[in-house]
Each structure stands twice: as structure tokens, then as C-alpha cells.
């Protein structure tokens, strides 16, 4: 009964809740390999929620899409963003650790979920990754059947719309006739 928006919402809540221990941010991103765009679903840091415009992605999300592998950058920071050409997101502080998890639908990582500590390095253990990419697995499929059933919904709501106008159509002859 949920739109999109809804359910990254309720499950962008739960990670938080889940890793609020180690986990200052949280964000859900969908990919767009083809214009190499990322849509924010779901941004908060420290408490607060954050609506950010889509944006070109940089080398890390490349990296993400191209080896469908957890990027887990724990220390130094600065030396990764160096080499990822990381930028800080508007309004969010510069991370210490950081954790992204993609989320792999067919053989395409179709988005991604991150974890951040903007206050201290080593912030994710080997449990959290693990907890974070069995996570990762579920949203996977729990998102793309949400895709599809909102899709579904909404070739239904086009196809009603459609017979009702031939609805009208058919009347209209009729009358002439």
C-alpha cells in the first residue's frame, strides 16, 4: 500500500535505528548507469533529513556499478577522496568512515546503501558489513518487486483511463449514428 518514496523511507528509518550506534548518516541511492546519474532516496545525518537533487556520480559509485563490490573506507579518509574524487553532499560534514553496499538486481547494481561516521575512523566492524550486505540482499528484491508493483499500478490506472476515453468515444459515435 506503499508508494516508493514510503518504503525508502521506512527502510532508510530502520538501518538507521538498526546501526545508530556506529552510523551517524544513512543514505539509499538509485544509479542511472546510462546518464551516470545518482537519485537520493533517502539522505539523514545525525538526526536530520536531508532532500538532496540528483547529481553526476563520481568514481566511487563507478567503481560500485563496475564491481558489484561493498566499498568499505574505514580510515584516511582524505587519501580516498583523493583517489574516488569524493565530494561532500550539501548541507552533510565530511566523513571519517564509510561504508556502501550495493544493491544488485538482475547482474546491475541498480542503487546502493551507505553507512557514515563523521566523527570517528574504524567506525564499522566485520559484523556490520556483513549485517549491512545481508541487508543489501533483501532490499534488493523487496525494492525491485515494489518497482514493479508501482509500475503495474500504474500501467493499470493508464489502461483504465484509456477505456474510459473509448468509453466516451464509442457514445459519441453512437450518437451520430
Do not use: C, W
Amino acid at each position: 500500500k506503499l508508494d516508493m518514496q514510503a518504503i525508502y523511507d521506512l527502510v532508510g528509518n530502520k538501518i538507521a535505528d538498526v546501526f545508530k550506534e556506529n552510523a551517524q548518516a544513512v543514505l539509499i541511492a538509485t544509479l542511472d548507469p546510462e546518464t551516470r546519474t545518482e537519485h537520493f532516496n533517502y539522505v539523514m545525518e545525525k538526526g536530520e533529513r536531508f532532500y538532496l537533487k540528483q547529481r553526476q556520480y563520481d568514481k566511487l559509485r563507478e567503481h560500485l556499478v563496475e564491481t558489484k563490490q561493498k566499498i568499505l573506507i574505514n580510515e584516511n579518509f582524505e587519501e580516498a577522496a583523493n583517489r574516488f574524487g569524493l565530494k561532500v553532499l550539501p548541507g552533510t560534514e565530511l566523513p571519517k568512515s564509510l561504508l556502501f553496499v550495493p544493491l544488485i538486481s538482475g547482474d546491475k547494481v541498480k542503487s546502493y546503501v551507505s553507512l557514515q561516521n563523521v566523527d570517528k575512523e574504524k567506525a564499522f566492524s566485520e559484523s556490520d558489513v556483513r549485517l549491512l550486505e545481508t541487508l543489501a540482499n533483501s532490499m534488493s528484491v523487496a525494492l525491485a518487486n515494489a518497482r514493479l508493483f508501482d509500475e503495474t499500478n500504474r500501467l493499470l490506472k493508464e489502461t483504465e483511463q484509456r477505456n474510459a476515453e473509448l468509453v466516451v468515444i464509442n457514445s459519441v459515435q453512437e450518437s451520430l449514428v
